[in-house]
């Protein structure tokens, strides 16, 4: 997943306007890291200086210079040009950058009591802060002169740049009334502390801790395991007891080791009743209120629908385009779908009895031992042979030094915000340094779940600016000695993460609302999803597949059953990614005259039963209570981006296959035709310049899958 938590300058999405006055917590800042920071390695944050109380007065310090940068570039008396109105807005509000770069990676991945009393203080700030920018009529009007006068004189990212600002703030409501932009900055404000609300119970909910007492409950899993859970629970002060988190999906990978049934079945039911049992981690009346707003904004906006204005910028473009696109899957995976059902069921009468019925708890737990049986691989058996260390140095290094010709240096010199997070120095192939990269492993109570990446400094050649880059994954901590051990889902979460930290490694920009990462959600994924396919490249596999006891490669018989059970139960995830991407768009593309859900598990149930994916045995991937993606980051709307994105990635790859695969000429071809190329060119042109298609090729992601 991509996390773009403050996008720098003008596209200042989460960022707001202050006062103007000092309180007393700013009287000074002259110590405050990043008001007055100090020079460090690639701008890089010191987190040896940063304590939670600069936080606040920078937050507040930062706007207000903001604010002031904005009306020197509004009140401006000079004639509107590009250099003095839209490149003064790139190189605006610096100091909120810094602090929110940092502020957003710990609120996320190492968060505590202080950090969420001041994330739910400063969000509804931003949002005024935004509001005040895009929402300003001098500002827009010298936006606007630009956009309409002649551009021939300028080069192509400039255009771009002037396109881009004139789109955002159209899109985020310069064209209302006074009247109404007052109301859209209500929405925008009651949004923002829901985002917030939303998200910090949502991540306090997934990190609550499920405890077991028997052993005999918890049969399936590794001692090694057994003991992690049992450290846990001792930190935990249950000592004799075993701790687990849940994953932050619906199905919980535990599922498929566990023979104990009901002991599935509690797992399950923790996870899709997260966030609906009326305690303090609900977040059913968030939701509900959040549909609501954003059906108000769009139709202020002058759309029928939340789903019609988001995805105006984005390749998709219409919701009936998104629609009709997973329609097709759905279509195309489901005969697939309940054929596997109905072999899993049976298969697993053979064992429980004829009168057994299969349950979304069991799916996991019969496929991995069907996947035994038909192909000789289990789960276990495959774990130890992927070692992070290994998959991550011999794997995902390795393939970006072969692919790219960049290489990767440990540095302990640099700070860190926790003491799992290690960082490398990336070097290109010419021995230059061009960029910073951290990486983040492990799962704790203080971290969202997920996977994701962004920056804490974005590339720009205007700024001076190179990219410090980070990942964050949610792996299990293994015990004190003990190697990590992952599983296969889990080494291509790597590679993937690791494809959209190359999309921002190789930035290449002059402006940083345009740099690396900053295209639509639809097209962000494609980079991410592409690196996958090097976890399976046989010279990159061989390369890190080793047994983590004798550092032998795993053994050619057992790759093979590996290779072969690849599209095995491949309709599961289909169906329930497209379950999702349909209910995402069925919240956000009611209209405010239907955006009044009274109950959002029958809500849920009745937009599924619509499309025909009320499926028992496999609900969606998210549940709409727990659906961090589409409600507090970002991807409302916009979960069907991964598809989409799956699609272009698997075209690309073919051609990478007809063209000599795994080669650095084709590497070095992707990265100038479209990874550098951030969001200064059109990207579907980009795309089809590199693989001669005017229209994405859905054949190739299907075969991917095993549908054809």
Known sequence: MFKRFIPVIAAVTMMTACNGGKDASQKDLSSNPFVNPTDTYMSAPDFTKIKTEHFRPAFEEGMRLHTEEIEAISNNPEAPTFENTLVAL????????????????????????????????????????????????????????????????????????????????????????????EVLKKINQEEASLLTDFGNKLTKATNALLFIKDKEQLLGLTEEELQAAAERATEAKRSGEYAFSLDNTTQQSIMAKLSVRDTRKLFFEASINRCMKGDEFDTQAIVKRLAQLRAEKATLLGFNSFAAWKLQDQLAATPENVTNFLSNLAKLATPRALADETELENFAR????????????????????????????????????FVLDNVLNNGVFYSANKLYGISFKPRTDVSVYHEDVRVWDVIDKDGNIFALFYFDPYARASKSGGAWMSNFVDQSYLLDKKPVIYNVCNYTKPSKGEPCLLSWDEVTTLFHEFGHALHGLFAAQKYPSLSGT???????????????????????????????????AMPNELVEKLQKAQTFNQSYP???????????????????????????????????????????????????????????????????????????????????????????????????????????????????????????????????????
């Open 90 to 181: 790139e190189k605006s509000g610096q100091v909120l950058s810094r602090v929110s770069s940092v502020f957003f990676a710990l609120s996320s991945a190492d968060t505590n009591d202080d950090l969420i009393a001041i994330e739910e203080e400063i969000a509804p700030k931003l949002a005024e802060h935004s509001d005040a920018m895009y929402l300003n009529d001098k500002l827009f009007a010298r936006i606007k002169t630009i956009y309409e006068a002649d551009q021939s004189a300028l080069d192509n990212e400039d255009k771009r740049l002037i396109k881009f600002y004139y789109d955002q703030f159209v899109q985020k409501g310069a064209l209302l009334d006074k009247e109404q932009k």
């Open 350 to 385: 053979q064992t429980e009895g004829t009168d057994f019925d299969l349950e979304a708890w069991d799916w996991s737990y019969f496929a991995e031992k069907l996947r035994l049986e038909k192909y000789g691989v289990d789960e276990t058996t495959i774990r130890r042979y």
């Open 518 to 552: 900053s295209v639509p959600r639809d097209f962000v994924e494609m980079p991410s999803q592409f690196n996958e396919h090097w976890a399976a490249e046989p010279e990159v596999f061989a390369n890190y597949a080793k047994h983590y006891k004798t550092g032998e």
């Open 574 to 708: 289909m169906i329930e990614n497209v379950a999702a991407c349909l209910l995402d768009q069925a919240w956000h593309g009611l209209s405010v005259e239907n955006a009044n859900v009274a109950d959002v598990k029958v809500f849920q149930e009745e937009q599924l039963a619509k499309v025909g994916l009320l499926n028992k045995c496999i609900p969606p991937r998210y549940g709409s209570s727990y659906f961090r993606h589409i409600w507090s980051n970002g991807y409302s709307a916009g979960y069907y981006a991964y598809l989409w994105s799956e699609a272009l990635d698997n075209d690309i790859y073919a051609w990478f296959t007809n063209n000599g695969g795994f080669i650095p000429e084709n590497g070095n071809r992707l990265r100038s035709m479209i990874l550098s190329k951030g969001n200064t060119e059109d990207l579907m042109k980009l795309f089809s310049e590199f693989t001669g298609h005017k229209e994405v090729d859905l054949k190739p992601l299907l075969k991917a899958r095993g549908l054809l």
